[in-house]
Nanobody, 120 residues
Framework: QVQLVESGGGLVQAGGSLRLSCAAS????????MGWYRQAPGKQRDLVAS???????NYADSVKGRFTISRDNAKNTVSLQMDSLKPEDTAVYYC??????????????WGQGTQVTVSS
């Protein structure tokens, strides 16, 4: 099992910045991608940004140029720097890790979620 513990989040005014961090522990071998998803009330959980163990990144179009994902493989942490925040960024943000179990199997792990609220 992999445990993911998030920190950061909170309340910020539009245009402000926040930084989310996530630390992985447990059976962390073979973790490939790590990333962040978010879920607003009444909406589905969507990818915000992800990063592979090799450093390749992927961002949702809505956050490109404003959010930056980074990863420290030695410390098993992933962070999300969020700048120029907008009210529509308000959501619960979840840390995610994908572990390779075999050539055909992947396992998804989730943090408990952290609230980000952006006031207008």
């Amino acid at each position: 099992q992999v445990q993911l513990v998030e920190s950061g989040g909170g309340l910020v005014q539009a245009g402000g910045s926040l930084r989310l961090s996530c630390a992985a522990s447990g059976s962390i071998g073979s973790i490939n991608a790590m990333g962040w998803y978010r879920q607003a009330p009444g909406k589905q959980r969507d990818l915000v940004a992800s990063i592979t163990s090799g450093g390749s990144t992927n961002y949702a179009d809505s956050v490109k140029g404003r959010f930056t994902i980074s990863r420290d493989n030695a410390k098993n942490t992933v962070s999300l720097q969020m700048d120029s925040l907008k009210p529509e960024d308000t959501a619960v943000y979840y840390c995610n890790a994908v572990k390779i179990l075999s050539s055909f199997q992947r396992a998804n792990y989730w943090g408990q979620g952290t609230q980000v609220t952006v006031s207008s």
